[in-house]
T-cell receptor, first 114, second 113 residues
Framework: AQSVTQLDSQVPVFEEAPVELRCNYS??????LFWYVQYPNQGLQLLLK??????LVKGINGFEAEFNKSQTSFHLRKPSVHISDTAEYFC????????????FGSGTRLSIRP | KAGVTQTPRYLIKTRGQQVTLSCSPI?????VSWYQQTPGQGLQFLFE???????NKGNFPGRFSGRQFSNSRSEMNVSTLELGDSALYLC???FGGGVDEQFFGPGTRLTVL
């Protein structure tokens, strides 16, 4: 079975500061990894995904994530955050199978202070 | 291109009642997945439908059921509602499922009194 752990439930950061949201996963088989963002009163939006290849993945809104197989991590980073990045961020994992379900982490609430 | 639409957006029911939620996927998408989001349990996968067939199912009781129509629209039904069923129910569509990008609707907020 797969599982996802987001180590921080809340991350406060000042505007224009860098941020890292941590995600660790557990799986006995190869998986695909995702980061989603949920703005208040909205559904989820895909930020980026890792399927294979380069371990550094670039997504929308200036976010990027690095896949580290040895540490089973997929941390999300942004070098300079904006007020508009205030949202909840979810890490997710899916097994290599068209019929496998996606497992979400518990989410990290990112709050940006001016 | 219109996004994923979910109806109704808000719903209030009482214990013991049943409810049906609707999801219209993006045109051309054949996979529809349903998720339950609660503060305590987070985001949990309910089921996925592809071409009118349930392809995957999460760990929810049989009170939760769904179906998909030939136009890919999907409905989710919850019978004998319990207080713990209060949640945001999210629907997501993708072209073929798998690792195809899922596009989420805004959700239906269900409150059970």
């Amino acid at each position: 079975a797969q599982s996802v752990t987001q180590l921080d439930s809340q991350v406060p950061v000042f505007e224009e500061a860098p941020v890292e949201l941590r995600c660790n996963y557990s799986s006995s088989v190869s998986v695909y990894l995702f980061w989603y963002v949920q703005y208040p009163n909205q559904g989820l939006q895909l930020l980026l995904k890792y399927l294979s290849g380069s371990t550094l993945v670039k997504g929308i809104n200036g976010f990027e994530a690095e896949f580290n197989k040895s540490q089973t991590s997929f941390h999300l980073r942004k070098p300079s955050v904006h007020i508009s990045d205030t949202a909840e961020y979810f890490c997710a994992v899916r097994r290599y199978s068209s019929a496998s379900k996606i497992i979400f982490g518990s989410g990290t609430r990112l709050s940006i202070r001016p | 291109k219109a996004g994923v639409t979910q109806t109704p957006r808000y719903l209030i029911k009482t214990r013991g009642q049943q409810v049906t939620l609707s999801c219209s996927p993006i045109s051309g998408h054949r996979s529809v997945s349903w998720y339950q989001q609660t503060p305590g349990q987070g985001l949990q996968f309910l089921f996925e439908y592809f071409s009118e067939t349930q392809r995957n199912k999460g760990n929810f009781p049989g009170r939760f059921s769904g179906r998909q129509f030939s136009n890919s629209r999907s409905e989710m039904n919850v019978s004998t509602l319990e207080l713990g069923d209060s949640a945001l129910y999210l629907c997501a569509s993708s072209f073929g499922g798998g690792v195809d990008e899922q596009f989420f609707g805004p959700g239906t907020r269900l409150t059970v009194l």
